[in-house]
């Protein structure tokens, strides 16, 4: 660059010019490495945030697994309780069927007066625990469907 002097000389100002163009090329070169640095800053917060929901889509898979496999096994339950119940049933007819000479188990037409009695009461109090075990199975079994709904509906609609 030229410049004129006080004197009216002019001058030639290189070195200032290589300074400036020094500047120049190491503040490109910043710049060019804040870009690079940037730009690998947002691939990984890309990276991460894929990563997170993955995670969490994992973390749904898991739970929602999770209430079904509850839900099946308290299912089962009930299955094997009715089963339970239907053998009980079957087994006790079919001991009055093979033996009918037991005292506890006599014919429905050859009962005595007392023996009727003491059957009735029977025939109540076991009717009173298969109530209790159709309650209970009934209960258990609108529990888990409770439960199973309210995880649904906590996926379905995710706290605020």
């Excluded at 290189?14 to 730009?39: I, K, W």
């Excluded at 009173?128 to 888990?144: E, H, P, R």
Aim: with cysteine; aromatic share 8%; hydrophobic share 40%.
């Amino acid at each position: 660059m030229l410049c004129s002097d006080a004197r009216g000389y002019v001058k030639n100002e290189q070195p200032e010019l290589n300074q400036t163009s020094e500047d120049d090329l190491s503040t490109a070169q910043l710049l060019e490495a804040l870009c690079h640095s940037q730009t690998r800053a947002r691939k990984a917060e890309m990276a991460a945030q894929k990563a997170y929901d993955e995670k969490e889509h994992i973390v749904k898979l898991l739970f929602r697994q999770a209430s079904h496999l509850f839900a099946y096994k308290q299912w089962l339950l009930m299955l094997q309780l009715e089963n339970l119940f239907v053998q009980l049933k079957i087994k006790e007819h079919q001991i009055s069927k093979v033996i009918p000479v037991l005292p506890w188990i006599a014919p429905k037409g050859k009962l005595c007066s007392e023996d009727k009695i003491a059957r009735r009461g029977r025939k109540k109090h076991k009717c009173q625990l298969c109530k209790y075990g159709v309650a209970l199975s009934l209960g258990l079994g609108v529990a888990g469907v409770g439960l199973l709904f309210g995880w649904t509906l906590g996926w379905l609609f995710p706290a605020l």
